[in-house]
Structure formats: C-alpha cells, structure tokens
C-alpha cells in the first residue's frame, strides 16, 4: 500500500498545481484578493503531498520492497543501508522525483519566507513555479512512474550501478539538483516581473538571493563530482569536459553572469533586460541539462535514461519553457528601460565586462557539447569535441575575466579611474610579480604558458584580500576605527571576498596540477621502489579481500622521502556481482606540496601488477578553493540586506564608503 499512496499523492500534486498554476495567476490579473492569497497555501500543499511521495519511495527502498519496478532495479538486499536510501535517487524515475521534491521545497520555501514581497507579485511567482512543477509531474505520472508495480516480485534485486555506491556521488545529485531546480526561481522571478512589467531595485533584491542559494547549491554539486570522478574512476582527472559535466556547468557560468548582474540593477537601475534575460536562459540551461541526462542522446556513467519517448517529452517541455519565456520577453522587455548611465571604466563597467565574457564562455561550451549532437542529427556524421577544443576557447576567455574580477571592485560607480584602481592594487600587483618571479626560479623549464597562469590565481586571492584592507583602511586608520569598520561591513561585501579568493585557488589547483604533474605506468613486483614526485613508493603485494557486497584486490605501497617513513596507500580494485562491474578506488596521499595518487591494475603474472602513480602538485586546492567559494556564497546569503524588499537608506555619514560596498 505504500507504493499506491505515494502514487496517489503525486496525483493529487499535479491536481494542486494545476489550481496553483492557474488560479492565481488569474487573481493577480484581476486584482482578486481571495485568489491571490490561494497561492500560499496551494503551494504548501504541493509541498507536503510531494514528500508524503519521496518518502514512500524512500521505504519501498529501505524495505527492499521488489514489487516496485523501480527498487527491484536498482536495489539489493545486500546493498549498505546507506547506498539504499541514495539508490533512491541513482535513478532516472527517482532522480525526477526528487526534482519535484526540490522544486515543491523552494516553493514552499517562498511561501513561507516570502512575506516581505507584495502579494500580486509572490502569487505570480508561486504561479510560475506551479506551471513548471505541472510540467515535471506529468513527466513523472506518465512517463517514468517510480510507484509501477512488479508482479510476481523477484526474491532480489538486480542493485545499484557500483559507481554509484560511493559517498561523494551520493550526495552530488541533490547538491546538483537544488543548483538546477534553485534556477527556477530566478526563473519565476523574472517571468512574473515580464507579466507584471516591471524590474527595479527591490526586484533585483528579491531575485538575488535564490539565485545566490542556487549557485552555491551548484558549486557544492559540480565540486562534489569533480572530487568523484578524482578518486572513483582511476585515472587520475577531475575535469573531462564531459557532455554531462557540461550540462551542469553551463547553468553554473550563467548564474555567476546572473548574479553580478543583478548587482548593477539593484545599484544602477540598469542592465534590466539583460538581467532578465540571464534569468530565463539560466534555468533553461538547467532544463537541457535535464534533457541531455534523460533524452538518450548521450552516453555516460552520468547518464539515466535511454528511452526515446522520455527525451521527447522533456525536449517538448524545454521548448514551451524556452518558447514562452522568451516571447513573453520580446513582448515586455522593449518597455523596460534602465535609467542608470556609466561609463566604460566604472564599477557598472567591469561587471558588463564580466558578463559579456561569461556569456560568451558559457557559449563556447554550449556549442562545444551540442555541435556533436546537430551534425550526427543532420548529416549522420559522428565527430567527437573533446578537451583540446574548450582549452583553446574557453581558457583565453577566462584570462580577461579573472584579470578584471580583482580590478573591478576598486572602480567606484558610474565614473572610474583605471590607473587609480590599478595603483589601489599595488599589493596584489606585487604579489602577483613575486609570484612570477618565483614560479619562474622553481619552474624554469616550463612549461611557460602556466607560469602566468599560476600568477593570476595569487593575482585573484591578493585582490581579494587588498579590497578587504581597502574596505577597512588597513594600516591608515587608528586600529579602532578599522575594527568599527570591519563590525559595520556587510556580510556580502565579505562574501565577494571569500567568493574571489576562492577563485583564485581554485586557477592555482587546476594550473599546478595539469602543468607539473608526473605520472608513472609500470608493471611492479613486490619489493620494487619506484621516485615519483619527489617520494620513494615500495610495491608490497596485492591480496583479495571480501567486501560488504563485492569482492576485490587490495595493493600495499608504502611512502617514504629522504629515508623517513611517510604514509602507506592501499588502492583497491573492486569486482561487484549486482549488477556485475568492476570498479577502481585509488589511493591518495594529501600533503602540502600535492598528492601522491596510486591506482592498483591487473596481475601480470610472477606476482607483478600493472600499478599507475601520480604525483599532482597543489591538486587539492580545486577543491579546498571550491569550498571557499561556496562559504564566501553563504556568508553573503546571511547578510540582512537580501531578506528586505528594497534597499535600505543610508542612516549616517560615516558609514562605509559607496565605492567599497560591494558584491
């Protein structure tokens, strides 16, 4: 009975969203107070009917229920308590379950937390929200129901695919699923501001942060898989421009783009089409990244679903997503015009700047994962894009972009001085040179093109922190007033610090560890020592061991540098017989120069295995600077000022400057 009620609750969901979709939307159009205030409790409803769903699917797995098709296929008896809650969600009809359970949670979230946004304008947005929670429902009952029954119930399941049975990637696709589905409001957001013609300060107040808790929901998925893919899969890569990382990358560059926009709405009143714009195609990157994942027309570890049909519908729905936005935009947008005029070389102007080149970076990377896809569609022809291609776009389009990201928060509004900001930076500039300087003395061999590139990542992190000390007046101002400044300070000016800084790391890992790394692929017998990476790796054997539910080949290696004892690495390979697959799990060693990354392989005979070492400088930094970004993210999300509906007065002359109150 648990599978029919959590049936029979999504039925009703769509019902409730139906009501919520229509009605009112209808009441805001008439003025109708009844109907407007309709929106908040449908919305929680919907909220309360889509869990009552979740977790009857959650205990269908937790009981290894096999009369549910969707259990009996991606669960077994033997399968870790903890791989059967997430196998809930390893799954093309319980991952889309868990969309609308998120997309239901934001909602409710709006309903609940919205009350400082008038009333017409939240009944619109939890309208919008409805109409795309419709969308995903009737995708669900019709088309990928997770409740189907299996009859006569096998006596076990067939169990969950073995690279998915790992932490990192259990909780990569809610993380990546609260980023894309934290999209939708952005999306209603601007939808409603269209229907209602009109985007302000206040607008963009209320906008920024959903799309900030979006963004960092992102960050936390897209870090989250990138650490999987470096510890899972054996080859010693965190990044491969894959078709399906793409897809969740594409969103992440639109909302960074969208998220520095709005700034200029709410400071300038300008930049409001634009802003709208980014809104609509922010989410509707998400919803082809949900079309690519589910439509079949890709083939990755990532992927789900290969039915045709389900790709059909999902394209159909993108199409009246993207279709009816967009011209509900060309309708509207022409009578929003933004009032605010800036120079060129202005704090206005940097961010233009930065969004003109995320667009278009974001652009390179649509056309590099769809281009494929087209050609094989209209000529039959199969050709393959791979990292080559966005290394040679996308990297030049990044240089500028981190260039400008530390310059532009030390140009005031509307008017700037180049040349004053730069001299503002002298700290980040001589951190930079020295940074050079250094790098060239260490790396004098190259190769060259990292050795500025490692140079902008300190060049990131140093501005960050100079826009910090010029925040505070750090070492011009008695200490006193420094600490009065820093009290005052709001926490997204903070944010932006910790958010750029973050960023800086992140260039100094990806740099470091592609340009320097050592790699060794040699067939080890016990008792051999092989030097990589400045370490010393003695090769003890290989022994089988039993696992929870697979079996698999332990490797013994153990470290040592100039004679002394350092860790030991045990890489394994695992064998799962349900389903039957092989999977890898190397064996890394964080120090603070890198990692040391070892990967057992096959046996070769004579007691020889085929063993992969890496050494890979700095490598930890991506991630460790991924979550710098995320908490710089929260910091900012804390921040008082986005739960107002419109900017708050200035209430002394002493307060901090204009021109240091930030992003």
């Not at 990244?289 to 290969?306: D, Q």
């Amino acid at each position: 009975m648990t599978a029919e009620l959590g049936h029979y609750a999504l039925v009703l969901a769509l019902a409730v969203a139906l009501v919520q979709g229509l009605v009112p939307l209808y009441g805001a159009h008439r003025g109708e107070a009844g109907w407007i205030a309709l929106a908040r409790p449908a919305a929680a409803v919907q909220c309360l009917l889509i869990v009552v769903a979740f977790g009857a699917l959650t205990n269908a797995y937790v009981s290894s229920d096999f009369s549910v098709l969707n259990v009996a296929s991606n669960s077994h008896s033997a399968k870790p308590l903890l791989y059967k809650i997430t196998g809930v969600w390893g799954n093309h009809e319980g991952s889309l379950l868990l969309w609308v359970l998120i997309l239901a949670l934001f909602g409710g979230a709006v309903a609940l937390f919205g009350g400082n946004l008038p009333a017409p304008f939240r009944a619109r947005v939890l309208a919008v929200q409805a109409l795309i929670a419709v969308g995903f429902l009737s995708f669900v009952l019709f088309t990928s129901n997770p409740f189907a029954r299996l009859l006569p119930p096998p006596v076990d399941g067939r169990g969950l695919n073995p690279l998915l049975q790992d932490p990192g990637l259990a909780f990569h696709p809610p993380f990546l699923y609260l980023g894309y589905v934290g999209f939708s409001m952005a999306f209603s957001f601007a939808v409603a501001a269209l229907i209602e013609g009109r985007v302000d300060a206040a607008w963009a107040r209320w906008v920024r942060p959903w799309t900030l808790a979006a963004w960092c929901f992102l960050t936390v998925g897209i870090g989250l898989g990138s650490w999987w893919a470096y510890y899972e899969l054996g080859w010693g890569g965190w990044w491969f421009w894959d078709p399906v990382e793409n897809a969740s990358f594409m969103p992440w560059l639109a909302g960074t783009a969208l998220l520095h926009s709005s700034i200029v709405v709410e400071k300038r009143d300008s930049l409001k089409n634009w802003t709208v714009l980014l809104a609509i195609l922010t989410f509707s990157l998400s919803l082809l990244g949900t079309f690519l994942v589910r439509s079949g027309v890709l083939t990755s570890v990532h992927a789900f679903a290969t039915d045709p049909a389900r790709g059909s519908f999902i394209l159909a729905f993108l199409f009246v997503v993207v279709a009816g936005s967009l011209g509900l935009y060309a309708l509207r947008a022409p009578a929003m015009r933004g009032g605010g005029l800036f120079a060129p070389v202005s704090r206005e102007g940097a961010l233009v700047f930065n969004n003109l080149l995320l667009s278009t970076a974001c652009a390179t990377v649509f056309l590099g994962t769809l281009y494929p896809l087209f050609l094989d569609a209209l000529s039959g022809q199969k050709i393959t894009v791979g990292p080559p291609y966005f290394h040679a776009t996308f990297g030049p389009l990044m240089v500028p972009v981190l260039l400008a990201t530390a310059l532009g928060p030390m140009l005031p509004w509307k008017r700037g001085d180049l040349l004053g900001a730069l001299q503002r930076l002298k700290f980040a500039v001589a951190a930079t040179l020295a940074a050079l300087f250094l790098t060239l003395v260490l790396a004098h061999d190259g190769p060259w093109l990292a050795i500025p590139a490692l140079a902008i990542g300190v060049w990131m992190i140093a501005g960050a922190l100079e826009e910090a000390a010029q925040r505070l007046r750090l070492f011009r101002v008695p200490v006193a007033e420094s600490l009065r400044r820093l009290i005052r300070l709001p926490r997204a000016a903070w944010g932006a610090t910790f958010a750029h800084a973050g960023v800086g790391a992140v260039v100094i890992g990806i740099v470091a560890s592609s340009a320097w790394q050592e790699e060794k692929l040699v067939v080890m017998r016990p008792g051999e020592v092989l030097s990589v990476g400045g370490y010393e790796v003695t090769f003890d054997g290989a022994a089988e061991f039993q696992g929870p539910n697979y079996t698999g080949v332990r490797g013994a290696f153990r470290v040592s540098r100039d004679g002394r004892a350092v860790t030991a690495l045990q890489p394994e390979a695992r064998n799962y017989p349900n389903p039957p697959m092989a999977t890898t799990e190397a064996a890394i060693r964080t120090g603070w120069d890198g990692d040391l990354y070892a990967v057992i392989g096959d046996p070769t005979g004579d007691g020889a295995w085929s063993t992969r070492l890496y050494h890979k400088p700095l490598v930890h930094w991506i991630w460790f600077g991924s979550l710098v970004m995320v908490l710089g993210g929260l910091i900012s999300l804390s921040d008082r000022r986005h739960r107002v509906g419109a900017p708050a007065r200035r209430t002394t002359a002493d307060a901090v400057p204009a021109a240091a109150e930030g992003d």
